[in-house]
């Protein structure tokens, strides 16, 4: 299947501890992204790559870091995790830049305890 | 500040009729209007994607429409259907092509028998 796949899908974990979200697009697009979205469901970019060069870096903590080893390819890693990162985490890819069409993955519900 | 707000915040109509959701924008310059439908659980899938010279566009039972003097838009959904229950998002991108999307907060569709 043609997609963007992120793992996992539900990922619970206690407060102070690193975790990591992968995601993989096989439409050979050259853009990647990193969304949150929070409990009222707000859509908020984090991090963009594209041919895995970080284009857009939004006022995030320094506890998350975007790795991109290839194109195909957007890891989120997070250290220290706190109560106000549990949100619903969403991979996309486009082709030609962010004014192009974006695919969504399907999202990683990530809970803080 | 670039802004994006939907209205109604949520709406329940009975399976068969018709309705419009409304977007209004205060992002400028603009490059396009995007709307997407977002199932419980899902990411995001894009319904219609418009430039600023636009007017209409359609998708099935999704049409939607633009007013780039008045910066807005609307969704108009045809004969609904239960499947049709959703949140609906509308999105718009600036001019630029590592420009960030700002995200509407979405108006949540319930089709009902």
């Known amino acids: 299947d043609t997609a963007v796949s992120q793992t996992p899908k539900y990922l619970v974990t206690q407060m102070g501890n690193d975790k990591s979200i992968k995601c993989e697009q096989n439409l050979g697009h050259d853009t990647m992204y990193w969304y949150k979205q929070d409990s009222k469901k707000f859509l908020k970019i984090m991090f963009s790559?594209?041919?895995?060069?970080?284009?857009i870096n939004e006022t995030v903590p320094n506890r998350f870091s975007p790795k991109s080893p290839d194109k195909a390819h957007l890891n989120l890693h997070i250290n220290s995790l706190e109560l106000g990162d549990s949100a619903v985490y969403f991979c996309a890819s486009s082709q030609g830049g962010t004014r192009s069409e974006q695919f969504f993955g399907p999202g990683t519900r990530l809970t803080v305890l | 500040k670039n802004q994006v707000e939907q209205s109604p915040q949520s709406l329940i109509i009975l399976e068969g009729k018709n309705c419009t959701l409304q977007c209004n924008y205060t992002v400028s310059p603009f490059s396009n209007l995007r709307w997407y439908k977002q199932d419980t659980g899902r990411g995001p899938v894009s319904l219609t994607i418009?430039?600023?010279?636009?007017n209409t566009k359609s998708n099935g039972r999704y049409t939607a429409t633009l007013d780039a003097d008045t910066k807005q838009s609307s969704l108009h959904i045809t004969a609904s259907q239960l499947s049709d229950s959703a949140s609906y998002i509308c999105?718009?991108?600036?001019?630029?092509?590592?420009?960030?999307?700002?995200f509407g907060t979405g108006t949540r569709l319930q089709v009902t028998l």
């Open positions: 418009m430039t600023f010279s636009e």
């Open positions: 790559y594209n041919n895995k060069e970080l284009i």
């Open positions: 999105v718009v991108s600036p001019t630029g092509t590592a420009s960030k999307l700002t």
